[in-house]
């Protein structure tokens, strides 16, 4: 009796003192910003012990001229709007008043970039101040993830909006920061493709590449050609319907990205790859006859003829037509796995269509084998096969690299064994595999100088939806977007696979349909 008693008195202490530290944990805010998980990870956070509280907070303000102000601004108000009811953006040329969120176009600092952004907190305002629109968009990155994981609800929320005070400094590693989607094989619509940009500028990724064209199928229309997708877009994978965009719901593709400090980069493959247009005009084929669509997932069977004139006009019209809708600088001409085109053939093909991307003012973006041939100034190669051969020819010829190696970076690989989506023939891609090497020492012979940025590309051959999408693409992606932005000395995978973990309850939030990593200490 009596030791029941005391057992009874203890358990109830427990039980009082547990809820007391859930209750006070409830109202205790995070005090200390150096130890909030941000990622990408900053390049310097330093704590002030304060904390701002946004449930008080009446405004957005915005000082600054630029076009794009008032949109990063409108952009702020409708990523917290529906949790906080904070939705006013006020145009200032003084200082704040106290409680608001305060976006400065004025950062005079070099050292912050095109792309990086001062983020100061204290318990009266928060400051973003950056050189452009782009920094400040970044800086609302980082103070999105400071902020509740309740912040990504869209309904009214009951929370305190507490936010640790302190200063960060921050500003990318390399300026291309990218991810591919292959619309081609299983088509997405572009409520998708939409979704898909509101992810991944979440992580600060700055470029969407877009597979537009390959064997099973053309996704966009071109006006001059108009069977391209009046007939080379109607299957895909499988055999389902398929589809394409407008030129206008390309374009509102494209605006929706740059709101979000997102480069679209086109791609239409070629010489290989072209069965989709190669069946819906038989002028290009060599013997002048169309073959049919084709459903399956074959590489390396189709070739444009680089020896007819009509290709090269079809080309031109082509890019001509998608450069004069595409704001970015690069224009795409993969290049890859032209198996059935002779070699001469193949070099002389891809310097006739750098010669026409220049000739419009862009920049050609092509797969490591274009580097076999001569590359044009400037002309971008996207390091993804096992062949350094590529590689260090792009190097010798002066020109720049994308690393998107498929033994890292590529998220249509399976995690493991046991992944049901994805293929495995550039191996099994775990969590920690996709994040932990470096695009400086990856290939002998190459360096940082040597190289814009990253991508990590998502093949669709077993993807069929977003949400399949969505499981390949994540948590995989957010590691690769660390390692664009923030500096190899300043990352280790045991560390960040905390700050990883920390990110469930946001991912939720989001409806991500994350892979749930065994490697990684999910904290939901
Ligand atoms: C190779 S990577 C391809 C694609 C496939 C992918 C599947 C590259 C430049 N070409 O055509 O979809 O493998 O992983």
């Given at each position: 009796?009596?030791?029941?008693?005391?057992?009874?008195?203890?358990?109830?202490?427990?039980?009082?003192?547990?809820?007391?530290?859930?209750?006070?944990?409830?109202?205790?805010?995070?005090?200390?910003?150096?130890?909030?998980?941000?990622?990408?990870?900053?390049?310097?956070?330093?704590?002030?012990?304060?904390?701002?509280?946004?449930?008080?907070?009446?405004?957005?303000?915005?000082?600054?001229?630029?076009?794009?102000?008032?949109?990063?601004?409108?952009?702020?108000?409708?990523?917290?709007?529906?949790?906080?009811?904070?939705?006013?953006i006020i145009t200032t040329e003084k200082t704040p008043p106290k409680g608001s969120i305060f976006l400065s176009l004025s950062a005079t600092d070099?050292?912050?970039?095109?792309?990086?952004?001062?983020?100061?907190?204290?318990?009266?305002?928060?400051?973003?101040?950056?050189?452009?629109?782009?920094?400040?968009?970044?800086?609302?990155?980082?103070?999105?993830?400071?902020?509740?994981?309740?912040?990504?609800?869209?309904?009214?929320?009951?929370?305190?909006?507490?936010?640790?005070?302190?200063?960060?400094?921050?500003?990318?590693?390399?300026?291309?920061?990218g991810t591919m989607l292959d619309v081609t094989r299983h088509f997405l619509p572009i409520e998708a493709v939409k979704r898909h940009i509101d992810l991944i500028s979440a992580y600060k990724i700055n470029h969407l590449h877009l597979h537009l064209s390959d064997d099973q199928g053309?996704?966009?229309?071109?006006?001059?050609?108009?069977?391209?997708?009046?007939?080379?877009?109607?299957?895909?994978?499988?055999?389902?319907?398929?589809?394409?965009f407008t030129q206008e719901q390309y374009k509102d593709i494209v605006e929706y990205a740059a709101i979000r400090n997102v480069t679209i980069v086109p791609e239409f493959d070629m010489p290989g790859h072209t069965n989709a247009a190669l069946a819906s005009y038989p002028e290009l084929n060599k013997d002048g006859k169309a073959p049919e669509l084709y459903t399956g997932t074959r590489v390396g069977f189709s070739t444009l003829d680089a020896n007819k004139e009509i290709t090269y006009q079809f080309i031109e019209d082509v890019f001509r037509e998608i450069a004069e809708i595409t704001p970015g600088p690069y224009l795409h001409i993969g290049g890859d796995e032209s198996h059935v085109t002779p070699h001469e053939d193949y070099i002389k093909f891809v310097e006739r269509v750098q010669d026409i991307v220049l000739k419009l003012g862009k920049v050609s973006i092509g797969w490591d084998e274009i580097a076999s041939g001569d590359l044009r100034p400037g002309s971008i190669v996207q390091y993804w096969s096992r062949r350094p051969t590529n590689a260090i020819s792009a190097v010798e010829q002066g020109n720049k690299l994308l690393m998107s190696p498929s033994s890292r970076a590529y998220i249509d690989m399976k995690y493991d064994s046991t992944t049901v989506l994805g293929l495995r023939w550039a191996g099994l891609i775990e969590v920690d595999k996709a994040y932990d090497w470096d695009p400086a020492t990856f290939t002998e012979g190459i360096g940082m100088d040597n190289i814009i940025g990253v991508e990590a590309p998502l093949w669709t051959e077993t993807v069929t939806n977003i949400k399949d999408a969505e499981y390949l693409v994540f948590p995989r992606l957010i590691g690769i977007a660390e390692i664009g932005w923030t500096s190899a000395a300043n990352r280790n995978w045991d560390e960040y696979k905390v700050r990883l973990g920390n990110h469930a309850k946001r991912l939720k939030a989001m409806d991500v349909n994350y892979y749930p990593s065994k490697l990684v200490p999910w904290i939901e």
């Open positions: 009796m009596k030791t029941n008693k005391l057992l009874n008195s203890i358990i109830c202490s427990f039980v009082i003192a547990t809820l007391f530290l859930q209750v006070s944990c409830k109202i205790q805010p995070t005090t200390d910003l150096t130890k909030e998980s941000i990622i990408p990870k900053p390049v310097l956070v330093t704590a002030n012990g304060e904390t701002f509280d946004l449930s008080r907070s009446s405004a957005i303000y915005t000082q600054g001229s630029s076009e794009t102000l008032a949109e990063t601004a409108i952009y702020l108000a409708e990523l917290i709007e529906p949790a906080t009811s904070i939705d006013r070099a050292l912050l970039g095109d792309e990086g952004y001062r983020l100061e907190i204290t318990k009266k305002l928060v400051k973003i101040s950056a050189n452009t629109t782009a920094g400040l968009f970044n800086g609302i990155q980082t103070f999105r993830q400071l902020l509740p994981a309740e912040i990504e609800l869209n309904s009214k929320q009951d929370v305190e909006w507490l936010v640790a005070g302190g200063v960060i400094t921050d500003y990318p590693v390399y300026s291309y920061r053309w996704r966009v229309e071109i006006k001059s050609w108009p069977n391209l997708t009046e007939y080379g877009s109607r299957t895909q994978v499988g055999g389902g319907e398929g589809g394409f």
